[in-house]
């Protein structure tokens, strides 16, 4: 394979991983052509314009240059309603009579303008003021979803929305414990504009493009033609896309979207709806800020204001506590918010909290609602708590944030540590919710991970809402869960700022409990993603006495973890959902099978899930998997999957 072939393969690789979703081989796979490149290229001194080593981002700038936009870039008009919306149709239609209008997601990021120029990517710039931005060339040029050539091969600029995906986030924050970002917008944002390139590289970023600035010849008369021809470059473009024709079919797109909302893996803040045909967009022109041919329709407004009653103080799972403002209920993004995170101490003084004051409230992410500041003079102060609400021991403070350090007595730490130990991701004890674990608790005097193993359904059948058939259930998954591997157990226990992505890690470098709890700061920081701080905090873990009787006493019980075989095949790698009924095979036969060839079944849909396996009537699940843009396959595809394998 010469150099251009290489690159080709392994870009062709990357689209199909990054843009699609849908990689073809394993990551192994692609490391080792790609570290055969690296060599090649150190060899020969040679590195052509597309190959994927310009990813990794080069040297630190020391300024911003300017970028001279080839055609300007306007911002949009908005409407705020849908009886604004349907005016501004009115409006079109009666200059142009009947068209389409083509409706997108209006992704909440950082707009970049692209340049391509003899089919390769030479440049990419903020949209600054619209005439002028700034040259973010080489931070663009990690985003493996901006393709570094193009099969156009005029010279053009190609506008997208920069975005931060929510999973890219999560992964990030777990990873930098110490350097949170605050949310995708500003994740994206800080990432862009930062002149060092490797940061930019280290965010995971993406751009999705929509609008073509300026282009050398292109033929290419509407929306839709454009979508296709981005497609074709293989850029990724917004995910839901659709033409229509009259005010009602747009409204019911919106009111689509606007339930798909909550499930997309990034942020968006409204719908684009731009007149369909290049031409008629002509006729109608521009005013001095936006064009008339499209307008943003805007969901609700993001930020509210409303009053601060107080703050409550849970205790989290390692002590942490976590103050919650109690609001006075109001309606934000179609929702009733009467909570919302205050996050630690510190940043109550920052914001200048106050109780009985109003305070303004947004819902960050879209999901869990934020105080972002106070809205007016005054209130009552908020006092930093020296004790525990829950047990009354003395905290300590440790850096932002306040501490009950006893964890061996202080209920909400017992419960907590119980359910995560129970949680999906780690035992996956069918039937503990954490309203049962409080009973087991509060009834039965449970007061460790170890003392599940010791239930009789005679004690569970004591407990009220308990018949025979729910305590045998819990009582057998409870010794099912004897049998976890090592990745799900050192998950469980629960450890500081350990996920489940770091502890498979720390499963495969050290393929024991024994060996995990014996190693030092130094081999912790080897791993890829472990800082100073987590690492410091698994080596405490297993200084302190009680968790070493913990692990010692589910021990002795017979769990003896054991790192789970990674099989190779047809589903490696992939999470997947069977729902509705098959005709050949039982859940059990079909769970085997997807095991065997490498995959692993979830029980729920959710954005982690890679494919659903639809038999007859499928319901709710399908529904979802539809919503979130997950794949689904029949059985009879299946079948042909495993025969292919
Ligand atoms: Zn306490």
């Not at 968006?268 to 031409?279: Q, R, S």
């Not at 914001?351 to 879209?366: G, I, Q």
């Not at 099989?567 to 009924?581: A, E, P």
């Amino acid at each position: 394979m010469d150099m251009q072939q290489m690159v080709q393969q392994l870009n062709k690789w990357a689209y199909e991983y990054y843009v699609l979703d849908n990689p073809s081989v394993a990551d192994t796979v692609y490391d080792a052509l790609y570290d055969q490149l690296v060599l090649l290229e150190k060899q020969t001194g040679i590195v052509l314009p597309d190959s994927p080593t310009h990813r990794v981002g080069g040297e630190t700038l020391k300024e911003f240059s300017q970028h001279k936009h080839l055609k300007r870039l306007y911002s949009l008009d908005k409407v705020q309603s849908f009886g604004e919306l349907s005016q501004w149709m009115e409006k079109v239609q009666k200059q142009l009579g009947n068209v389409q209008f083509s409706l997108e997601l209006k992704y909440d990021g950082l707009t970049i303008n692209v340049t391509y120029d003899q089919g390769k990517f030479v440049g990419a710039a903020t949209r600054g003021k619209g005439i002028v931005g700034e040259d973010v060339t080489e931070q663009v040029k990690t985003i493996k979803t901006v393709p570094l050539s193009i099969p156009y091969t005029g010279l053009c600029e190609i506008q997208g929305e920069g975005i931060m995906k929510l999973s890219n986030l999560e992964k990030y924050n777990k990873k930098h414990p110490n350097d949170q970002l605050k949310n995708a917008r500003n994740g994206v944002a800080g990432a862009i504009r930062n002149l060092n390139p490797k940061v930019t590289a280290e965010r995971n970023l993406d751009v999705v493009f929509y609008s073509l600035g300026y282009s050398e010849g292109m033929q290419i008369g509407s929306q839709s033609q454009l979508v296709d021809f981005l497609k074709s470059c293989q850029m990724l473009t917004s995910n839901e896309f659709a033409v229509v024709e009259t005010f009602e079919q747009a409204k019911a797109q919106i009111e689509k979207i606007g339930q798909m909302r909550p499930h997309f893996d990034f942020l968006i803040d409204g719908v684009v709806v731009k007149v369909n045909d290049f031409e008629l967009r002509e006729q109608l022109g521009y005013t001095d800020k936006f064009p008339k041919w499209a307008v943003a329709f805007k969901f609700d407004a993001e930020q509210v204001a409303t009053t601060l009653l107080d703050v409550d103080w849970q205790v989290g799972r390692t002590g942490k506590l976590t103050p919650v403002g109690l609001l006075e209920p109001v309606e934000l993004c179609g929702a009733t918010i009467g909570r919302a995170t205050l996050n630690n101490f510190g940043d109550i003084t920052r914001k200048n909290l106050h109780k009985n004051a109003l305070v303004f409230v947004r819902r960050s992410n879209d999901v869990i609602p934020e105080v972002l500041g106070s809205a007016e003079q005054g209130g009552v102060a908020i006092e930093k708590p020296t004790h525990c609400p829950a047990c009354g021991s003395q905290l300590q403070e440790v850096g932002a944030h306040l501490f009950c350090t006893n964890a061996e007595n202080c209920r909400p730490q017992i419960v907590a540590r119980i359910s995560h130990y129970c949680s999906k991701n780690a035992c996956d004890i069918d039937g503990l919710s954490d309203k049962t674990v409080e009973q087991l608790v509060d009834c039965l005097g449970i007061s460790s991970v170890a003392d599940l193993y010791t239930l009789t359904t005679e004690q569970l059948l004591t407990l009220e809402g308990f018949k025979q058939r729910k305590a045998n259930n819990i009582v057998s998954a409870i010794d099912k869960s004897k049998s976890v591997n090592l990745e799900r157990f050192i998950f469980a226990l629960g450890l500081d700022n350990v996920g489940s992505v770091t502890a498979k890690d720390l499963a495969t470098k050290y393929g024991s409990v024994e060996a995990l709890s014996q190693a030092s700061k130094e081999s912790l920081l080897e791993i890829d993603g472990i800082g100073e701080i987590v690492a410091e905090g698994i080596v405490q873990y297993f200084q302190e006495q009680q968790n070493v009787e913990i692990v010692q006493k589910l021990q002795n019980i017979g769990i003896d973890p054991q790192l789970s075989e990674t099989k190779v095949g047809v589903f490696t790698g992939k999470k997947i959902v069977l729902t509705g009924s098959l005709q050949n095979y039982t859940r059990s036969q079909a769970t085997k099978l997807i095991e065997e060839n490498g995959g692993e079944v979830s029980s729920s849909v959710s954005k982690s899930v890679n494919l659903v396996i639809a038999g007859a009537e499928a319901g709710s699940k399908l529904a979802k998997a539809h919503a979130l843009g997950i794949d689904v396959i029949t059985e009879e595809q299946f079948q042909q999957m495993l025969e292919q394998n």
